[in-house]
């Protein structure tokens, strides 16, 4: 019995592993192969003295990856990839954001659900694009190979659609709790930063975690290679994955409790995904294996990045605060009202600030909410450790009741918006300069929103004969001015003015109703009569920039600080 092991470039999954072993136990006189993607070698055992090196070299060859003349120093290079890939991720992270999902709640329109796919499908890319690689380029004409692009994503949309319905059924019995939410977030979090260094090479995973597809194929990965179908069951198998916003729709499938409803928008957010995922198996399928393999590198190192955030947000979701070194800042404990603690949170477009740091435990905490600027990202808020969670375009109080020492984490829905208070036992004897505090949570960290609508700015309505008018501005800023106060019973016209344009504010809507009005440049004119007193809140599409008409039963007699 011989023995020849190879040192193999291009392998960028556990897929690989299954097709090379496959292919090479076919050739007569080979009794064992083992392919190692993490390793990147594969050793072959045979009893045929007519089979050489070359024999295999030719076939590994053929099958679209190389035989390397000494092991591939890949790692040091996979590392300096990584050290660019965070340091790109830091610069987007802060300007334009990366993890931005439009706030996605039960009031959410199937079109906005479709739209969050469209938004979140650069994310897909990170964590799938690798795998679109690895299964979307053949061996034959590069233009014929676009269809396994279709096939993949088919596979998705269907998986995605199952995986729904599931959710809406289990969700009949199970109400999701910010702590499960948090560590759903942990979990896939954990498995996206394992998952990236596999595909880095970095490391090998146990058997149980390098799930193959072709495991669950009759036939094994021969089968596989050989059918048509092998996208759409790699598609399929997408469902499965641990990812951050395929988790963040899962959860909120879980939250529809119906069947059809779960499913109706997980198959719409898959649909959305399906562009630019589409367009990227298609470019990939005419670049070659030798530049694909280069791309699911690049994904590698994003999908680290990736997970660590999502990783930090489930902390956030759960109640767990970790604790770096910090700069040492006094701390304000919370007054005594009617054997209430009281706090006041502002909460602006740059996360949540608190008035007080220190509340006792076994008293009454409530927080009463000065909502300056909502927006997708800050709104609901949760204070996972107590199972509170409140929308505070509802209601602006948040009550809980502390009862054991140390950090209680205050969240935003995603976990990205947080800041903390701590309780103690008594509040008399503790010197408060201890309590650290840092940017991210003192004065409410703000991690990875796109822009987001600036401080309120109010303006009346003008009258005249036959009316009132109200003029609003647009821009990339945002709505200015975003709170609009109108006279009850007379007729209005809502004069806006298109000064820049975007992606972001080119729609507004009406949270609750069908009422979409598109933003154009110049000047657009809405009519409408207001018949009560109250508030009428408006977004842009992706709920990120937020205004208020206040109809009033007199202008004359409105105080615009107190708006």
């Known amino acids: 019995m011989q023995k020849e092991t190879f040192n193999v470039g291009g392998m960028v999954c556990g897929s690989c592993e299954g097709i090379i072993e496959e292919e090479l136990l076919q050739i007569e006189g080979v009794k064992s192969v083992?392919?190692?993607?993490?390793?990147?070698?594969?050793?072959?055992?045979?009893?045929?003295?007519?089979?050489?090196?070359?024999?295999?070299?030719?076939?590994i060859g053929q099958m679209g990856y190389c035989v390397l003349e000494k092991p591939n120093d890949s790692k040091r290079k996979t590392f300096a990839l990584?050290?660019?890939?965070?340091?790109?991720?830091?610069?987007?992270?802060?300007?334009?954001?990366?993890?931005?999902?439009?706030?996605?709640?039960?009031?959410?329109?199937?079109?906005?659900?479709?739209?969050?796919?469209?938004?979140?499908?650069?994310?897909?890319?990170?964590?799938?694009?690798?795998i679109a690689v690895s299964h979307g380029i053949g061996s034959g004409g590069k233009t014929g190979n676009i269809k396994?692009?279709?096939?993949?994503?088919?596979?998705?949309?269907?998986?995605?659609?199952?995986v729904g319905a599931a959710a809406g059924a289990i969700g009949q019995v199970l109400?999701?709790?910010?702590?499960?939410?948090?560590?759903?977030?942990i979990l896939a979090g954990m498995l996206m930063?394992?998952?990236?260094?596999?595909?880095?090479?970095?490391?090998?995973?146990?058997?149980?975690l390098s799930i193959r597809i072709s495991k669950f194929v009759p036939g094994g990965t021969g089968i596989l290679k050989k059918s048509p179908f092998t996208p759409f069951y790699v598609g399929l198998a997408n469902g499965l994955m641990p990812c951050g916003p395929l988790q963040t729709m899962q959860i909120y499938a879980l939250g529809t409790g119906s069947v059809l409803r779960g499913a109706t928008a997980m198959f719409l957010f898959s649909l959305g995904t399906v562009p630019l995922m589409l367009g990227f198996g298609a470019v990939t399928s005419v670049i070659g294996k030798g530049l694909g393999n280069k791309v699911a590198k690049l994904s590698g190192a994003m999908v680290i990045a990736l997970g660590v955030i999502m990783t930090g947000r489930g902390m956030a979701l759960s109640g767990i605060s970790l604790e770096f070194a910090q700069e040492q800042k006094n701390a304000q404990v919370a007054e005594i009202e009617n054997g209430v603690q009281t706090l006041n949170m502002a909460v602006t477009a740059y996360g949540y600030d608190v008035d007080a740091q220190?509340?006792?435990?076994?008293?009454?905490?409530?927080?009463?909410?000065?909502?300056?600027?909502?927006?997708?990202?800050?709104?609901?808020?949760?204070?996972?450790?107590?199972g509170v969670e409140v929308d505070i375009m509802e209601e602006n109080i948040i009550e809980f009741t502390p009862d054991s020492e140390g950090a209680i984490t205050i969240s935003c829905w995603m976990g990205m918006v947080t800041t903390k208070i701590y309780a103690v036992n008594d509040t008399s004897s503790i010197d408060e300069s201890s309590f650290e505090a840092d940017d991210e949570y003192a004065g409410g960290g703000f991690g990875g929103c796109c822009g987001a609508q600036g401080e309120s700015e109010a303006a009346i309505a003008e009258m005249d004969g036959e009316g009132q008018t109200v003029k609003m501005n647009v821009g990339w800023d945002g709505f200015s001015p975003n709170v609009l106060v109108v006279q009850k019973d007379i007729p209005v016209t809502w004069e806006i003015y298109g000064d820049e344009i975007s992606y972001c504010n080119k729609t507004i809507t009406i949270p609750g109703t069908d009422v979409s009005i598109d933003v154009e440049k110049g000047k657009k004119e809405v009519r409408f009569t207001p018949n009560a007193t109250g508030e009428i809140r408006f977004t842009c599409w992706m709920g990120m920039l937020q205004g208020r008409i206040v109809v009033v039963d007199d202008i004359e007699n409105v105080d615009l600080d107190s708006l």
């Open 82 to 130: 990584a050290a660019i890939l965070f340091g790109l991720y830091y610069i987007v992270k802060n300007t334009i954001g990366f993890n931005y999902i439009p706030q996605i709640s039960e009031q959410m329109g199937y079109g906005l659900i479709f739209t969050a796919g469209l938004v979140t499908s650069v994310h897909c890319i990170a964590m799938c694009g690798g």
């Open 358 to 386: 220190i509340v006792t435990v076994g008293t009454p905490v409530r927080i009463n909410v000065d909502a300056q600027n909502i927006n997708g990202c800050n709104n609901p808020i949760s204070i996972p450790q107590y």
């Open 193 to 208: 930063v394992l998952m990236g260094m596999r595909m880095l090479g970095v490391i090998s995973l146990p058997d149980f």
């Open 34 to 59: 083992d392919a190692s993607f993490g390793k990147g070698t594969v050793s072959v055992e045979y009893d045929d003295e007519n089979l050489d090196r070359t024999v295999f070299k030719e076939a």
């Open 175 to 185: 109400t999701p709790s910010g702590q499960l939410k948090g560590a759903v977030a």
């Open 148 to 162: 396994p692009s279709l096939l993949y994503n088919a596979g998705r949309v269907v998986s995605y659609t199952i």
